[in-house]
């Protein structure tokens, strides 16, 4: 079920990031980024992203299995996360749609994100296509290589993929 982010879902989403990273990212960066990028967000981290934006979390018999959160001030995918036993079922594009949705619902007409280099096909399967390449030093928030992406997302959206969620 896809469901608002709770306070209390902070610690299972900062463990989906993690073992998603782990899993999906590992033959794309050296170790040491891996590491970095694993340790860049905390539980708290989630309680503000809770409390301020969107985030999103798809519960498998109340186990948080994958996350998405978008800015929607900035109009920006933040995330998309999907735990490894749950990986290719459609659970990342459920997600991303869903939160397109709520963009839109917003008068939000086009979604920006930084994608890892992993992602990269996920999102340009999902329309997203890219603005810039931008490689940077590596640093505790981010990897060193990402292609930001962007999508215009359609209203339509909104009807279809908000019909059971609850606000
Ligand atoms: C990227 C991620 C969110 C995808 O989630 P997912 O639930 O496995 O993706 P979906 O099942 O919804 O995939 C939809 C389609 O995207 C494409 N896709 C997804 N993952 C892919 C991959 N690793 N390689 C190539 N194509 C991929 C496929 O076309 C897939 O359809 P198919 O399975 O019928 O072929 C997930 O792999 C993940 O959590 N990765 C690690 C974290 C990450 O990098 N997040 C993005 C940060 S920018």
Redo the contacts with the bound molecule.
């Keep these: 079920m896809l469901r608002l982010a709770k306070i209390s879902d902070a610690p299972e989403i900062l463990q989906t990031?993690i073992a998603?990273?782990r899993?999906?990212?590992s033959l794309h960066y050296p170790a040491a980024e891996i590491e970095d990028w694993c340790s860049s967000r905390t539980a708290e981290t989630y309680h503000t992203a809770i409390e301020r934006k969107i985030v999103l979390v798809e519960d498998v018999n109340e186990s948080v299995v994958?996350f998405g959160q978008l800015n929607p001030e900035t109009a920006f995918i933040e995330?998309?996360?999907?735990s490894p036993p749950?990986?290719?079922?459609?659970?990342?594009?459920?997600i991303l749609r869903a939160l397109e949705a709520m963009a839109a619902r917003r008068g939000i007409t086009a979604l920006t994100?930084?994608?890892?280099l992993?992602?990269v096909?996920?999102?340009r399967?999902?329309g997203y296509v890219p603005v810039l390449e931008e490689k940077h030093p590596p640093t505790p928030k981010t990897s060193s290589a990402?292609l930001r992406m962007r999508h215009e997302i359609r209203s339509r959206a909104a009807r279809v993929f908000t019909e059971n969620l609850r606000e």
């Design positions: 990031r998603a990273i899993a999906q990212a994958a995330a998309v996360y999907v749950h990986s290719r079922q459609g659970i990342g594009l459920k994100l930084e994608a890892s992993n992602a096909e996920f999102y399967r999902a990402t």
